[in-house]
């Protein structure tokens, strides 16, 4: 107790020595800021440009990410949010905490189209089936063929995860209102719901189910990090739902050049390089070097569903209620 | 009379001041989060339906817990053998696991690709599905079961020796034993037990939600997190948890009055000797129900360690460091439960004579129990960011919040003990003139030491398991063990997880070990 009280005063003296040098303060998720995240080299890659402090502050998932920023409201110290993505972007945007981008915005190789003015994605990805190739070698093809296997699947809660309501709005989407009826089908495939991803892809790895719902670029993880190629995702014909990651610039912001100048390195080799292999996500613009080699064995969806930042604000409690109902029978 | 004796010290202070640092941490951040709601918005059917299934699964597995924890205690109460104290201590590790960590291990048993499934399998029959209420029940009765038999067995303990001589000179067969000293006991003892392992199962929800099967298995606090983070609607949180809270305090209320207090008397502290129970047949059935309970338990303990035994000592830095960081959480929390709860329950026994007064004192005390984790970090990062930087407080917060986290299962170890102290010793001590810290030090502390060790031992394992508050407040380098072993898991690093899984489970059992054996020293308890 003493100790943390000391180490916490001293953290304060710390951050008042090196005042002189501006702070940015980036908002995140905790995933981002860990060892094993981007935000490490992402720290260090910036700090060697701008003459600045980088100060990540994880905040728990993607969605306690936005719950902080409006309790903090207009006094939070926080200069960028990110981690958020389009299914909340409606939500913070109303929240009129975010200022404009400046212009112009940098080019970025995203398979839609994108013109938000409040919020830059820096990454993206498909949500997808991942399954075992050695025990599974006839992955169903869309969701009624899954629905009328007998294989079993792990998903995530949309009330508590980002995969979980990307899955949601995934069926939705593709299923209009037949969406119903489709998880009306899955139920029985459905071996539970887990609260995160992580529990999820655990349950999965131990061998709890035969899918999970993860990211198509899971797979790349297994092959590149530890040389297992077993992992694939399942291609639908129906196209695949996209999570794209944004960050936005705080109009509360203290230093707010050196928030567009971060926001511009987001967009650059430097950090786009980083995205692969550490947050196992697509970069938002693809850097001169390419790809990292396993990424050429994904799967390539032919369609990219998604809606507008508004549309999905709009539908998702009709959604939830349709997959509570049809998963409460 | 004895409320003279103990009269007004720092420790009666420090006691009242206990009582109000949880209600500032349980209603006080409950308000904190409705004054902060834009808009009133109003509790739904569906609400309602998730209430009954709260109430449901946790009345289950509280009433399966308690049921099976009775002839587990008696069997460990009345059998002396080798082991036997590292055995009841091993059996309590599933309680101070992390749930993510516990249910991995019990899945590894009882899952679709699980020793008993593959064992199944392999005889010819179906694999065994847990998920649904089973499963539920199945892990909460993982958990609890240990606890419940840890207080039921303190019960057993605290009839001297002296009256199961007395027994056998009578003559007593076990059934009068069980009729005259032990029923008596489990009176006093079962409704306390069950109320604790029914508060633990109300506000559980990670293990509802992964083992449930889906949205049919829908907990009040489920309900509090979605209101949270898929509406950000503060008032119905709010709303949500006052209900969660109302619905505990009845429950305490209830089992607070219809526990008999118990008064065995006063013993000389020989060791239990049990001539009753010396039948071979009355052997056998305890031998095999210790035997099942210990597989039960140990087994999906034994799964945790074969998955993690490779990869401790590869773990890299930031995971030992972190470890570091949660040993001191850890030790500052368990210094702060055995502050607050030795010092209310001096407060709620002094003031027994006044019985609503001491009930109140003893309920409030358990009320963090029904508390939901995220209204309180929300609560305290409400409260807090006004006046501070809530993330440079994100160690001394989280050790505070897991004390009092702690504070119930303290308050429950240490209260019939220190009435049992008082009860039996209280004449004596008033007529010497004992009073004040010299009653505490000279009488009631050496008397209560088992107790004290136990529930300090579970405090420290407890607040070393706990994700809690920490998610909500910690930078990027506070990451205690149990965050830093998520942070391992969503960058898909499952093997390194199973490795800190295996670190955090070894060091919140020998915290716990090193706090219980301490208290239990010299003393064949």
């Known amino acids: 107790m003493k100790i943390s009280i000391f180490a916490a005063g001293m953290s304060v003296v710390a951050s008042m020595a090196t005042a002189q040098t501006p702070v940015l303060t980036v908002y995140t998720y905790d995933s981002f800021v860990s060892d094993w995240g981007p935000g490490p080299a992402v720290e260090k890659a910036f700090e060697a440009t701008c003459d600045c402090d980088l100060q990540f502050v994880g905040t728990g998932d993607g969605a306690a990410l936005l719950a902080r920023l409006r309790l903090e409201g207009p006094r939070g110290p926080a200069d960028i949010a990110l981690g958020l993505d389009t299914n909340q972007t409606a939500a913070a945007a109303e929240t009129g905490l975010f200022a404009p981008l400046s212009q112009p915005r940098p080019a970025l190789d995203l398979p839609v ?26 992955p169903p093809a869309n969701f009624r063929e899954l629905a009328d296997s007998n294989l079993k699947i792990i998903i995530e809660d949309p009330r508590s995860s980002t995969p979980g309501l990307g899955l949601l709005l995934w069926v939705k989407k593709a299923y209009g209102d037949d969406a119903s009826s489709i998880w009306s089908g899955l139920a029985d495939n459905i071996v539970t719901v887990t609260k995160g991803w992580s ?33 694939a995702a399942a291609r639908f014909d129906e196209g695949h739902y996209m999570q794209i990651e944004v960050a936005g610039k705080l109009a509360s912001s203290d230093v707010p050049e050196l928030a567009d100048q971060f926001l511009a390195f987001m967009a ?53 209620s349709e997959w509570q109902n049809a998963l409460s029978e | 009379m004895a409320k003279r004796a103990l009269g007004i010290n720092p420790s009666t202070l ?17 308000l904190a989060v409705f004054g902060r709601a834009e808009g009133a918005s109003s509790i739904g059917p569906s609400d309602w339906v998730a209430v009954r299934f709260t109430l449901l699964q946790a009345g289950l597995s509280a009433a399966i817990s308690v049921i099976l924890a009775v002839p587990l205690a008696r069997a460990l109460a009345r059998r002396r053998f080798m082991g036997r104290g590292l055995l009841i201590a091993l059996m309590g590790a599933p309680f101070i696991l992390p749930v993510i960590v516990a249910v991995l291990g019990l899945l590894a048993v009882f899952g679709r690709n699980g020793i008993a499934s593959t064992v199944l399998v392999w005889a010819g029959f179906d694999p065994i599905s847990i998920y649904g209420l089973g499963g539920v029940l199945l892990a909460h009765v993982f958990f609890n079961l240990p606890l419940a038999t840890r207080l039921i067995l303190q019960g057993w303990l605290a009839i001297p020796a002296e009256r199961f001589r007395l027994a056998a000179e009578l003559g007593f067969s076990c059934r009068a034993v069980a009729r005259h000293l032990e029923r008596p006991m489990l009176r006093a003892v079962l409704p306390g037990a069950f109320m604790v392992v029914f508060l633990i199962c109300m506000t559980s929800f990670a293990v509802v939600l992964v083992l449930g099967g889906g949205p049919r298995a829908t907990t009040v606090e489920l309900a509090i997190y979605q209101a949270f983070r898929f509406d950000f609607d503060l008032s119905k949180a709010a709303q949500l ?23 065995a008397g006063s013993g000389l502290d020989r060791v239990v000797m049990r001539w009753d129970s010396s039948a071979i047949w009355l052997r056998v059935q305890d031998s095999i129900i210790m035997l099942a309970a210990a597989l039960f338990l140990l087994a999906p303990l034994a799964a945790i360690l074969v998955a993690g035994t490779g990869q401790v000592f590869r773990l890299p830095p930031q995971v030992w460091l972190s470890a570091e960081r949660s040993l001191l959480v850890a030790m500052a929390a368990m210094t702060l439960t055995v502050l607050f709860s030795l010092t209310m329950a001096l407060n709620v026994v002094r003031l027994r004579h006044r019985r609503r007064l001491s ?18 970090g929300t609560g305290l990062f409400i409260l807090l960011f006004p006046i501070a930087n809530p993330v440079a407080l994100a160690l001394p917060v989280t050790a505070i919040v897991n004390a009092v986290m702690s504070l119930p299962f303290a308050l429950r170890i240490l209260k019939p003990a220190i009435m049992e102290v008082e009860q039996t010793y209280g004449s004596l001590a008033d007529s010497l003139g004992l009073r004040g810290t010299a009653r505490l030090r000279l009488l009631i502390l050496p008397r209560i030491r088992g107790p004290l060790g136990f529930a300090a031992g579970l405090a420290a394992a407890l607040s070393m398991g706990d994700l809690g508050v920490i998610a909500l407040f910690a930078g990027p380098d506070q990451a205690t063990l149990p965050m830093q072993l998520y942070r391992l898991m969503s960058a898909y690093r499952m093997a390194e997880a199973a490795g800190a899984a295996l670190l955090l489970l070894i060091l919140s059992f020998a915290l716990f070990w090193m706090f219980d054996k301490g208290g239990r020293m010299n003393a064949d308890t």
Do not use: C
Request: no cysteine; proline share 6%; aromatic share 12%.
């Open chain 2, 359 to 376: 009930m109140t004192i003893e309920a409030i005390g358990y009320l963090t129990l029904a508390a939901s984790p995220l209204v309180i």
């Open chain 2, 14 to 30: 420090i006691g009242w001041l206990s009582v109000a640092l949880v209600l500032v941490l349980t209603l006080g951040t409950l």
């Open chain 1, 268 to 320: 650059s080799d430097a950090f786009q390089n980083l995205i692969p292999t550490t947050n196992w996500m697509y970069p938002a613009k693809l850097p001169a070097d390419g790809l990292p080699d396993g990424f050429s064995t994904l799967i390539k969806p032919e369609t990219a569903l998604i809606y507008s930042p508004e549309q999905a604000a709009a539908i998702r409690n009709k959604a939830l």
């Open chain 2, 241 to 263: 948890a006052g209900i969660q809270f109302t619905l505990g305090a009845l429950a305490t209320v209830v089992a607070l009055r219809v526990s008999a207090p118990m008064s």
């Open chain 1, 113 to 138: 189209d994108w013109n938000d003015p409040l919020f830059q994605p820096f990454d993206w990805g498909y949500f997808a089936f991942v399954y075992d190739r050695t025990k599974l070698t006839n």
């Open chain 1, 199 to 231: 529990e999820a892809y655990g349950l999965f790895l131990e061998g709890e189910a035969d899918m999970v719902l993860s990211y198509s670029t899971s797979p790349a993880y297994h092959l590149i990090a530890e040389q297992d190629d077993s992992k």
